[in-house]
């Protein structure tokens, strides 16, 4: 399985990332430069971490327009595992792929903490390695975290089980709480929680390294049919 | 030479934390008076050469890259208003 | 506008409102030039002799310090010190204040703060992999200070955080004469292999000096600037010193800098920062080093704006911008090498062999001057010190006796001061776990950040009690070097070497520089006990504001090296029936502590000598035990004394205590330094003492029980868990609202 | 009720960091015309009850809080007119 992690100028967890594939759960991974227009030969598309374009305007917004956008919608439609942690969360909602939007946390200040995030669904390639109801611990560090979507949204989001993570307690303000979505399908998740920076009991959580399981053994297991 | 300028505020129901910190401030400073206050952003967009299409092209990136229709709304004028018409 | 003349900037004396004195000008005109300097000369003159650049009131103050060792690889003079950590491989780290700004700016100030001083460490070839930061406020009892508090800290977190480099340590401290001019300080550290350093140099004739990044444009041309009547009013408003940080672009920069040291070594001679003084500083600094000349095309340097001077564009300290000098050959593959990264890199100068500093403008020669006048040969003062006044006074060699009615409550009433509560609320708004190498986070002694690819560690501590370096300053500078190795020690790391931060008043008053004076002398003399190089610095003078100084404020940034990541250890209590230790004698030592500050509301009083032999031994016996794996935690007693430390050693994992002391209760507030609060398991506990000799007290153990139990030879005090960590978390949320 | 509209701009010198990578980005779009953005501040301030001292406050508001006057500059309108005298 081969995975793309796509760097934009201000990308700043790509690395790491990275790492989480490589020696995380030990697959086939490129970073890929936001000026490509094709994704061919990946079977997953990881969109980093950080403050593309310095999030300037507003969180992703302009990383919404760079050339790799429709290579990773295309990707999308075509039902490949595409997720995006934190300011790749803010993109997919940016270009759509994602319903609702990440504003500015309730308490208007940026935060950085390992906190409690609750598995909501675990029948998705993202989680399948997680029991449904689980508490895990992953660190999040944001100041555009609170994730706001319209009633009509969220009762849809609800419906279709999309809400995947999350959070014990309130932390940014977020509608009920959550961390994680995915699209209808549920072959798109975006997150705010770094679960890349959560691979070794050393740095304060393990709990991270089972996403990346989930996403690899659920392809292995499609391939292997 | 034209110059637009664009408005861009949260939609009402949504959320502005960042005017909530100023109202506060506001409050700090002994101004009671001050209700509320919003926060946007304010673009002074200089367009070298008035085409036919400035109206369109404004909303264009209006819609597409100053603001988010999920959240936001914008309005916008130009001060050179001869040149659009 | 017009320039003066040569002969105008003499006979009016112009160069006095620069900040040049009538001596210095002779001597630029006799001894340098042997002629008048033209306005642009004399404009690169004033602020390449101004103290921030020639630190011609310091340097000799400065010498006190020892900047050798063993590991050391490059001491001051470069943009930043280095470190050896074995493997070759190097640790490389600097501090600078960004105290004025921050002052005039609260949010761009600290932001570009930090964004010059990850350039000092990029430009030496290094990969920044962690930031601390030290800031001093005025007490949050008013509207202003927590303005400032807020912005000042969401300055630092927005640049660090966009860029990418966590911002893993500091500290914080509030007292009233910062009110008006808060103390910034910020540190990176960086990490490379020793192959990659490369040197701010400038050297081989006709190599050629490369502009990378932003333009330039007017921003903060202040330092030096000529008198308004040269400027319109229209001018003056827009004219600023203010300076917008770029993190995007500096994210740029810092990734196609390192990449280009990491993979094109070859092509380029020598790499330095546009820091302070921008332009002329770096070009003829890379000159100096080299003991070469420069050209330098004004017309080819990118800008931002229309109609800059040369002086302007010299002086510019725009951010975001670097120089290289380059070998001629590789110029294309160099500037396609940034267009590719999304930067502008163009030729703006050659290297020559004449040793003269050449600068033309619109096809004119507007400057020639000899690299060594403008950068070495500014001259060095000498000052006399007095001692200050309150020092003289009598009931100076009085100790202060704190008051306890009751135990319980002077240590609630402790918890909750600001300089002791919890700083969480501020350093929670700093990305502290970016790139997943953060060990131990903010809130332990020091943090500590894993090299990745080995099984070592990096510690690393910003310290600096200024409540003592006032009271005592040659026994408080001590006090600052030996709080930081003790920051290092209790969590599992050697200390390798310092930065530092002096913060002082105005040093042309006598009684500021004997503050100054013997202060470094007093870090000096642990220096040289602890065999801790000083690699690195930054003098900020003149903080003052109406004429009243701000505390001697010496910030000491220190830098550890973790040999092995199971040595790796934070003050909190592990395990319920660990036994509790206290090493280290405690004497009467409440002159300039917190308690002092909280009851009397001032700090005064001399402080007592240290035995710095005991220190150092103590330290070494502690690195010893822990490295033996015998000790569960550790933590070092500074503000609020054996009482505070004992909480905070509590709450990081929420276990009680229960212990018994032979102290008196207010000794359990005495801030005597050299001592160690450490825990260990019950079965190590023989090994742990046999360490120590007679030199520590057992003083009980960790409970399972949610209570903080302390019971002394006049007192009980038992506080609830959930008490006294609201106490202390809150306290600072509280004053914020 | 007043509701007061305060417009924040960086001064023509200084950096604008946002409105070049916006610029960049509507080039990237294809809008070549536009010649350059700058972005700002945009508040609107509601206040409770119209005191004598209003244009006075909002000044002070502007000057202390809303804009630095070290780099920015500002400018104010009041919407319900007839509040202000
Ligand atoms: N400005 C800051 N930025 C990041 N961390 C900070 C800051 N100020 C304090 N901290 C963290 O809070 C903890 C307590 O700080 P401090 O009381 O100064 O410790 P110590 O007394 O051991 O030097 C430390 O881990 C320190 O790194
Ligand atoms: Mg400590």
Not at chain 2, 47 to 65: M, R, Y
Not at chain 3, 413 to 434: G, M, V, W
Not at chain 3, 608 to 635: F, M, W, Y
Request: proline content about 4%; some cysteine; aromatic content about 8%.
């Amino acid at each position: 399985m081969k995975f793309a992690v796509i760097v934009f100028p201000g990308s700043n967890c790509d690395k790491v990332l990275y790492y989480a594939i490589k020696d995380g759960v030990k697959a086939d991974v490129e970073m890929v430069d936001f000026r490509n227009d094709s994704l061919a030969g990946f079977d997953a598309v990881l969109i980093p971490g950080g403050f593309s374009y310095g999030d300037y305007l507003r969180s992703g917004a302009i990383a919404g327009h760079a050339p790799i956008i429709p290579a990773i919608k295309e990707m999308a439609n075509a039902g490949k595992p595409v997720l995006g942690i934190c300011n790749g969360f803010q993109i997919l909602t940016e270009i759509g792929l994602l319903d609702g939007a990440l504003i500015r946390n309730k308490n208007n200040r940026f935060i950085c903490e390992t906190v409690p995030l609750k598995v909501e669904n675990d029948q998705t390639i993202f989680t399948s390695e997680y029991q449904q109801g689980e508490t895990i611990m992953i660190p999040v560090a944001h100041g555009e975290g609170n994730y706001y979507c319209d009633d009509k949204t969220l009762a849809r989001l609800k419906a279709n089980h999309q809400i995947v993570f999350t959070y014990e307690d309130d932390i940014n303000g977020s509608v009920d709480n959550i961390a994680g979505i995915t699209n209808e399908k549920k072959n798109v998740l975006g997150m705010m929680p770094h679960p890349e920076r959560a691979l070794e009991e050393l740095v304060g959580s393990a709990d991270g390294l089972r996403m990346f399981q989930s996403v690899l053994k659920n392809h292995m297991d499609r391939v292997n049919q | 030479m034209t110059l637009v300028k664009v408005y861009v505020t949260y939609k009402k129901s949504i959320l502005d934390p960042q005017g909530e910190a100023i109202t506060n401030a506001i409050h700090g400073m002994g101004f009671q008076d001050v209700n509320e206050v919003r926060m946007g952003k304010y673009f002074e967009i200089s367009v070298d050469e008035s085409s036919n299409t400035l109206k369109e092209d404004i909303e264009k990136i209006c819609d597409n890259l100053l603001a988010n229709p999920n959240m936001e709304t914008y309005r916008y004028e130009f001060v050179d208003s001869e040149a659009v018409q | 506008m017009t320039e003066p003349t040569a002969t105008m900037i003499d006979q009016e004396k112009l160069y006095k409102s620069w900040g040049l004195s009538e001596a210095e000008f002779k001597i630029i005109s006799e001894d340098i030039l042997h002629r008048l300097p033209n306005y642009t000369e004399a404009g690169l003159f004033s602020v390449m002799w101004s103290e921030h650049c020639s630190y011609k009131n310091s340097k000799n103050v400065l010498r006190k310090f020892p900047n050798k060792g063993k590991r050391v690889l490059a001491g001051p003079g470069e943009d930043a010190g280095i470190i050896d950590i074995d493997d070759n491989q190097a640790v490389v780290f600097k501090a600078e204040s960004h105290n004025h700004p921050s002052a005039v700016e609260p949010y761009q100030g600290p932001a570009t703060g930090v964004g010059g001083i990850i350039r000092d460490i990029f430009s030496m070839g290094a990969t920044p992999v962690a930031m601390l930061n030290s800031l001093k406020f005025g007490n949050l009892d008013n509207h202003h200070t927590k303005y400032l508090a807020n912005e000042i800290v969401a300055g630092i977190g927005g640049y660090g955080n966009c860029i990418g480099i966590p911002t893993v340590g500091g500290e914080i401290s509030f007292q009233k004469r910062y009110e008006n001019n808060p103390v910034v300080n910020a540190m990176c550290v960086g990490l490379i292999n020793n192959s990659d350093i490369k040197y701010g140099q400038a050297s081989g004739e006709d190599n050629l000096i490369i502009y990378v990044g932003a333009k330039t444009g007017r921003d903060g041309i202040h330092g030096a600037t000529f008198a308004s009547d040269e400027f319109t009013d229209e001018n003056k408003t827009q004219r600023s010193a203010v300076q917008v940080g770029d993190p995007f672009m500096e994210k740029l920069l810092m990734d196609a800098c390192i990449e280009l040291v990491q993979k094109h070594s070859e092509w380029i001679m020598g790499i330095q920062d546009m820091g302070a003084a921008g332009l002329v500083s770096s070009t003829a600094e890379m000159a100096s080093k080299a003991e070469s000349g420069l050209v330098l095309e004004l017309d080819q340097v990118p800008q931002r704006e229309t109609e800059m001077s040369a002086y302007e564009i010299m002086l510019s300290e725009s951010q975001e911008r670097m120089v290289l000098c380059v070998k001629p050959e590789y110029k294309e593959k160099i500037i396609e090498f940034f267009e590719n990264a999304g930067l502008d890199a163009v030729v703006i100068g050659r290297v020559t062999t004449d040793k003269q500093y050449k600068i033309y403008q619109h096809g004119e020669l507007v400057t020639d001057i000899p690299v060594a006048g403008l950068v070495d040969d500014a001259p060095e003062y000498v000052h006399e010190g007095t001692m200050p006044e309150r020092l003289t006074k009598d009931d100076y060699k009085h100790q202060f006796e704190p008051q306890i009615n009751s135990l319980t409550e002077t240590w609630l009433q402790l918890l909750k001061q600001p300089n002791i509560a919890s700083k969480e609320y501020f350093y929670r708004t700093y990305d502290s776990q970016i790139k997943a190498n953060t060990v131990v986070k903010p809130g332990s002694d020091a943090a500590t950040i894993r090299v990745r690819g080995t099984n070592k560690a990096l510690s690393m501590t910003n310290d600096g009690n200024s409540k003592l370096v006032y009271v005592d300053p040659y026994i408080g500078g001590q006090n600052a070097v030996i709080e930081g190795s003790a920051n290092l020690i209790a969590s599992g790391a050697e200390p390798l070497g310092i930065t530092d931060c002096l913060n002082y008043g105005n040093p042309e008053k006598a009684e500021i520089f004997w503050e100054f004076n013997k202060s470094v002398e007093g870090m000096a003399s642990v220096c040289e006990k602890l065999e801790l190089p000083v690699i690195s610095g930054n003098v900020s003078l003149y903080n003052e504001f109406n004429e009243e100084a701000i505390y001697p404020s010496p910030m000491i940034g220190m830098v550890g090296l973790v040999k092995d990541l199971k040595d790796v250890i934070t003050q909190g209590f592990k395990r319920v029936g660990d036994a509790i230790y206290l090493v280290g004698q405690t004497n009467d030592d409440f002159n300039g502590s917190e308690i002092q500050a909280m009851q009397a509301g001032d700090v005064k009083g001399e402080l007592n000598p240290i035995d710095l032999e005991d220190i150092k031994h103590t330290q070494a016996n502690i690195l010893k035990a822990i490295r033996a794996g015998v000790v569960n935690s550790c933590h070092d007693l500074s503000e609020g004394g054996l009482a505070v430390a004992l909480a905070e050693a509590a709450f990081e994992n929420e276990l009680g205590f229960d212990v018994t002391t032979e102290l008196s209760a207010v000794a359990t507030f005495s801030e005597t330094p050299g001592r160690f609060l450490v825990s260990v398991s019950e079965q190590d506990r023989h090994a742990f003492e046999e360490y120590f000799e007679n030199n520590l007290q057992y003083l009980g153990n960790v409970t399972q029980r949610a209570t903080l139990k302390l019971t002394t030879n006049d007192f009980t005090a038992e506080l609830t868990m959930s008490e006294a960590l609201n106490t202390w978390k809150e306290a600072i949320p509280c004053l914020m609202k």
